[in-house]
């Protein structure tokens, strides 16, 4: 991987450059790797392979960003956890994934019981690991680098598997693209389980560019944050709408503020269009770019900001090919994509589904604008997208039929003008307990795949061909 | 303003097992009050009470808790 032998240079030729900083903690690109080192070795020790899955639980971080490099220099795979899951999300996971090895902090996890368990506060015994360039894995371009994974259609979360060669593809192009050089100094706020996160971890150390993480308290004080970016010096971000709408609405952003700042990227759900305006007005020397893609292209197109026509656009374009992605839109406006950085298939049950070659269907309905720009209209199927994160309805529709009494469910999204759309239920049963239901589904589904409001109903109601009324149910849960 | 506070609270930005139970110093932030539910408690509490929150105090340390949110609505309450 590119990223890997980037950094396997730079600790040799620029071993006091800084890599990454957390808080007060800094590490130059010499103490990283040598950090990186020491946790391979014990990966080594502890019997993982080249080609294992190693599931990861840390918090967004140095010590995990460490995990991630050591990993990928054993040969393995690195699967990234959201710390916040409920255990029976993330033990299904880790049996899905069919995880060899699981690193973490502390005690072994009471739903992992099979499998190697790290505890990275342990000490390796190893204090003294050297970087032995030799021993670094050289994996196939095929190979999987890593596995992310999401909600999925058939009620289960599935893997979305990433090869070294489409990690690389879009290193490169970011790297390209963005003019991204030794100077850049990053901020990273997005979890290793995004895909976002690519750009902070690998186009990163490509590039010699600086890394710093948002501390974590900052993601609730939108004033904060933005005296953080200034003081820390930030010259480029890739982060999520939903912050930058918390930041342009309430974040104290004025002319003159931010002056280091020469980039923003931004993806994972719509930007409204007025509260972009607002953002590029208040950032008049900033550019900004609207990244497009699901996770199983990462980013195939992008757009960037063009501010004389924001006034005039009901949307943000998601604009022209990115990362040599080529596109295809069906007769019903289905957007397919083919390309460098289209994932090898979906880790389901056990085992890699491996993609059929050729052009993969998005599930995003598009077309083309006269100027030959992609606009987004939206999914041809149920996904939900809220604050970023993408749903299946059939995931928590699955969830919720399993609680006592109830027959069936139905999960729509709601319109909303912060998260852009938020979950909400009609559910079907005898005898039911919405008290006893919200809090069985506290301990399935993440927080933000919880319904925020729910109605019982007698039945579904149907259409004359006999499939669910949505819109009527639409208008009932509306109401609430 | 506490029942008004609290039902909102409850109803639209965090999901706890009893309501009633949860007491006034108990952390929210533990309990599920994320960024964009501290958004909608802003904007809420802004329509609702007529007050004007500044940005910069837009933070953890008035929002941990319903106490401390109560508090702090107070502080702008002339």
Redesign the interface.
Known sequence: MLAVDSLLKYQASSPERVAFCENERVVDYRSFCLQVASISARLVDDGVNPGDRVALLLPRGIDAACSIYAILFVGACYVPLDIKNPDLRLAFIVEDVQADCLLGEGDRPAWYSSGIWINLLESSGDATAKIDIEKVYCAAPEALAAILYTSGSTGNPKGVSISHRAIDAFVQWTAETFTINGDEHIASLAPFHFDLSLFDLFTSVYCAAKTSFVPQSLTLAPGKLVNWLEEQGISSWYTVPSILGFLTLRGGLKLGRLPALKRILFAGELFSIERLNKLASLLPDVALYNLFGPTETNVCSYWLVDRARLTELKSSPIGGSACGASFKIDSGGELLVDGPCVMSGYWQGGGLQKKEAGWYRTGDRVSENERGELVYHGRIDRMIKSSGYRIEPAEVELVINHYDGVQESLVLGKEDMISGQRLVAAVVGEALDMQGLKIYLKHHLPSYMQPYKMIFLDFLPLLSNGKVDIQKVKAQLEGL | MNDVLKQFVF???V?V??PKKFSDDEDL?EA?L???G???L?VFIEETFGVTLP??????DN?QSLNRIISWIERHRS
């Open positions: 109803q639209e930005l999901q097992s009893d932030l599920g994320d960024s964009m501290i958004m909608r802003v940005d910069d105090e837009i933070e953890p929002l």
